[in-house]
């Protein structure tokens, strides 16, 4: 079983709506991560939340809205998407680099299609 | 500038075979670590096994093995008596000690097990 969880595993929403995904871990972990990721391809960071506090933003549209309200939950807020945002989302935890090149782990993540 | 280079795009594999899949990275830092990650169809994101830059021995994990060689800075992955289980998409990945919190992806190689 994965030490991160992420809700939903599928998501279907139309251009004008509004949603949210999340993400959950308890792993002590003090960075947490937002990826998308396209068929046949490694995932793209987006964002990266260093103790709670955002460290890393990849130049992502600002329909995509990351919040980190504690160290064990990250959300990315969702409006106004387009059709090529349809994807895999992925959130991932690890330590934090002061405490050495240690791996990432993932969640099972979010198929979102955007019609 | 960091890179991880995964030159197999897609290998076929007998079942039972071992298999090697190759990763070479480029650093200038003295202190990384080295990652694979597994991700079958259904999407998640696995974590394999890990390897530290100074670390004596390769890395073992149950039927995986990280064959680390420093000087020509590979650090290839090993999958004994392979099961039709593994058929997936197998990522290299590097993180650095002294940086951000960005890990480094590989564009994957995709390892299809024959019966």
């Known amino acids: 079983d994965t030490e991160v969880t992420q809700t939903p595993k599928h998501l279907v929403m139309g251009m004008t709506n509004k949603k949210s995904l999340k993400c959950e871990q308890h792993m002590g972990h003090r960075a947490m991560y937002w990826y998308k990721q396209k068929a046949k391809k490694p995932p793209e960071l987006m964002f990266v939340?260093?103790?709670?506090?955002?460290?890393i933003n990849e130049s992502v549209p600002s329909r995509f809205s990351p919040e980190c309200p504690n160290s064990s939950l990250l959300n990315l807020h969702l409006h106004a998407l387009q059709p090529e945002d349809s994807a895999l989302y992925l959130c991932?935890?690890?330590?934090?680099?002061?405490?050495?090149?240690?791996?990432?782990?993932f969640g099972d993540g979010t198929r979102l299609s955007i019609l | 500038a960091q890179k991880i280079t995964q030159t197999q795009p897609g290998m076929f594999v007998q079942e039972k075979e071992a298999v090697t899949l190759d990763c070479t990275y480029d650093t200038s830092d003295p202190s990384y670590g080295l990652f694979w990650y597994k991700q079958p169809s259904s999407g998640e994101m696995i974590f394999l096994i890990y390897q530290g830059s100074y670390d004596q021995q390769n890395a073992t994990e149950g039927r995986y093995s990280l064959n680390f060689q420093k000087a020509r800075k590979s650090a290839n992955l090993v999958i004994s008596a392979s099961q039709l289980g593994d058929s997936a998409m197998y990522f290299c990945?590097?993180?650095?000690?002294?940086?951000?919190?960005?890990?480094?992806f590989g564009k994957g190689t995709r390892l299809h097990i024959l019966p």
């Open positions: 939340y260093s103790y709670e506090k955002l460290s």
């Open positions: 991932a935890s690890s330590p934090t680099k002061d405490r050495g090149p240690q791996p990432q782990h």
């Open positions: 990945a590097m993180r650095a000690a002294n940086r951000d919190d960005k890990i480094i």
